[in-house]
Structures are given as structure tokens and as C-alpha cells.
């Protein structure tokens, strides 16, 4: 087995967890890339580099690794994806965030947890993504086009609002004006849209949602809609820039720049546990319906 390991930093809880998961699987028969700066990280600031100094590291990835294991919160596994892209590589989270949501395996369970993802012991949920098209094109935009949560728009350098005039599969839909407007996948309902009153969406579901940030008209409400819709935005406003991102990443457009977002043509796979559930996840970690009288 090949398994490759991401991380973005190496604090406290990262280290403890980076620690024990190369422990463990120095003692399997598997080979583990290390992605190159956290390698470095790695070998810097742990008190025994030389037990590591064994394992290779990896720049890219390629669809001969059956593994990614992400150590980090929810936006480690996000950046993970700009290294997994469309090669259809299983991705595990330990977290050492806050919330975990993505990232499901918590550091007193990582021996356990990884054992029964080595035996196979282990299922796969696929997870939708979005991608980006502008015209003109936008250099920063053309190799990472994709993203698993959200891909959304909003000012930049101003505290006026934006106007997104909207088009979903060529018909005009609405012109928001607001601070930016969210189209979010059913992984990235739980995130920065739900944060601005959008819907939770299980992952199977086949649709997408725009959530509108902060929106000046009252009657500018979240709206669900079919994953193949093609959807075009044009953004106007006082400033002549505006700011696009894609889950962590972001850029800057000119006004009147033609955005077209759709699905991606690959997806994620991210590994559950056989006892683990989106429902499961949702209410502990979300504390759905929660009810001090119950």
C-alpha cells in the first residue's frame, strides 16, 4: 500500500498526532510519502527526525498512491484536494482543529482507525466538486479550477455592496445585491453557507445551493438547485476589482469578468468508517436539534 500524508502546520496537536501516526506505520508494510514541506516540518521540529528520515516525500501526486491521509482541521483536507485532483485517491482526516468535520479521526483514535482502513475495514463517500471557468481568463484560476466547498464572490476594498447579476443554464435568474453570493456543494453546506443561513444538504444529494452574503434584499433567500445547472455570474460595484474563492484559495477579478461555475467532471473520495454517518456527524459535531429539555 502507498499512502501519502498532508499537513499545513506542525503545532502542538500536530505534532502529537504526526508522531503517532508515523510510529505506527513504521512498524506496516507500506510505503509512506510525506509531502515535502511538512516533511521539512517534520524533521525540524520533532525530537526524534532521525526515526523519519527514512520515509520519501512527495511534491505532486500521481493515481499509483491508494491513500491520502490528511493531519490538520477541515481546511488541511481542502488543501489536500489541490494535491489529489481527479486521481481518485481516498482521503482520511485526523483532526486537530476545532470542529472536524471533514476530518473525522480524532488523535486517540488514530492506531485503531488506521488499522481498519489498512484491512480495508473502511467505505467511501464520493463528494461532488465545483469548477470555474472566467472569460478573460484569469491565470491564477486555470490549474486549480475546482473546489469541494464553495467557490464564491464578494467585495473587495470597499464596504459597498456588489451587484451578482445571476444566470442559471442561460436564463437570468436574479441580481443580488449583497456583500457576495455562495454556490456551495452539499460537503460545503455545512460551512461558509450554512454560516449565512443556507440549508444543510446530505453529501449523496445531487444539487448545488446559492447563498447570498449579507443580502440588501429582503426577499433574497437561499435557493437549491440541480448539480448540472450551468451558472453564470457577472459582478459589478463601486470598485473595480472583487475577490473570487475558491474554498481556502483566492483571487481577484475586474468587474463585468464572466464567471461560470459547474460541476467538476471528477470527484473526491473521502473515507468513513463503517460506523460513521453524515447523520451521526451531524448531530454531534453540529449538535443538531440539541435540547437541554430532552
Known sequence: MKIAIYGQSYQSSTQKSAHTLLNFLMKKSVEVFIENEFYE?????????NDYKNFNSFKTLDDSFNLLI???????????????????IPIVGINTGRLGFLAT????????????ILNGDYKTSERTLLSVETQPENSDLIDINFALNEIAVSRKNTTSMITVETHLNNEYLTSYWADGLIIATPTGSTGYSLSCGGPVITPDTDSFVLTPIAPHNLSARPLVIPNDTHIQLKVDGREDYYLISL????????????VTIKKAHFKIKMVELVYESFIDTLRKKLLWGEDKRN
Open 41 to 49: 516540518m517534520v524533521l525540524n521540529h520533532d525530537e526524534t527526525p
Open 70 to 88: 490528511s493531519i490538520g482541521g477541515d481546511g488541511t483536507i481542502l488543501r489536500a484536494i489541490t494535491f489529489v485532483r481527479d486521481y481518485a
Open 105 to 116: 479521526i480524532q488523535t486517540n483514535e488514530i492506531e485503531e482507525a488506521v488499522t481498519k
Open 247 to 258: 474554498d481556502s484559495r483566492i483571487a481577484t477579478l475586474p468587474n463585468k469578468t464572466i
